[in-house]
């Protein structure tokens, strides 16, 4: 009667790049990755097919030996694996060919990542079971896939609220209007107030990244107001700025706002 032992595959750990709008709303990543699988010829046991396997005298098939150390302090009894068949509690005739009797072999194989929404840099995903292959049956090791966001040229990312920029006229900053922002939803239409200052910012409610491990509640998004002051202006333009500018400087006076108000 042979014991046999089990041995647990190793983990593996890689980094990955992923989109931005992966990290936001999740989704499912391929990559590659070379580990250890099961030899084909010899379905693990790394023994070539018909050889002889016997059980090990030095162990006597148990895979571990006794190993008598005398010290000052007496003789102490350490169990340590066997030398002669290195844990197998066997020996065979002929080791397999094709993977020099380790049962496993380098190959390399396509995992498919699933990545939860609110992710962030440096969060390490578990896939189980996706490292190396047990020996002689044992269970395969995990994968642990390190994640890495691509930096986005439109969004900034501050916990789990979104920051932007977005341009608009000196007069539409005077007057109001309503612009179509970028959002990570799509074109979203918002409204500039009258009187909007450079750099002011415009708060979009729940339009910010998910909260990880939740389905409902997300962060903001924070647009900031860029006012474009044109650096030429028409014969007319001038005209027209110079007549506010001087209804301005009377109303100031008279100590009233911008409109006489």
Do not use: H, W
């Not at 050889?51 to 102490?76: D, I, L």
């Not at 341009?167 to 612009?179: C, M, N, P, R, V």
Request: with cysteine; proline share 5%.
């Amino acid at each position: 009667m042979f014991l046999f032992i089990y041995l647990l595959g190793d983990d593996l750990q890689v980094e990955i790049e992923i989109p931005f709008m992966t990290s936001v709303f999740g989704g499912q990543e391929k990559i590659r990755v070379r580990r250890l699988e099961e030899c084909g010829t010899c379905s693990g046991s790394g023994v070539k097919p018909g050889a002889k396997v016997r059980q090990c005298s030095s162990c006597n098939g148990k895979g571990v030996v006794n190993n008598m150390q005398r010290t000052p302090f007496g003789v102490f009894n350490n169990v340590v694996t066997c030398p002669g068949c290195k844990g197998s509690g066997q020996t065979v005739d002929e080791y397999c060919p094709t993977c020099s009797g380790k049962g496993a072999n380098f190959e390399n194989k396509e995992v498919t990542v699933r990545v939860p929404a609110g992710i962030s840099t440096g969060t390490s995903l578990r896939v189980r079971e996706a490292g190396n292959d047990g020996r002689r049956g044992g269970p395969k090791g995990d994968l642990f896939v390190v994640l890495n966001v691509k930096r986005d040229p439109k969004y900034r990312r501050d916990g789990i609220d979104l920051y932007t920029e977005e341009e608009i006229s000196y007069a539409d900053a005077i007057l109001g209007a309503t612009i179509k922002a970028d959002t990570v939803d799509g074109k979203l239409e918002v409204k500039v107030p009258a009187g909007t200052q450079p750099e002011q910012k415009l708060r979009l409610r729940n339009k910010g990244v998910p909260k990880l491990g939740t389905q409902d509640f997300r962060g903001d998004q924070f647009i900031t107001v860029k006012v474009k002051i044109p650096q030429a202006v028409s014969g007319k333009e001038k005209e027209l700025i110079e007549e506010i500018a001087s209804l301005y400087n009377d109303n100031k006076k008279g100590g009233k706002g911008f409109f006489g108000i």
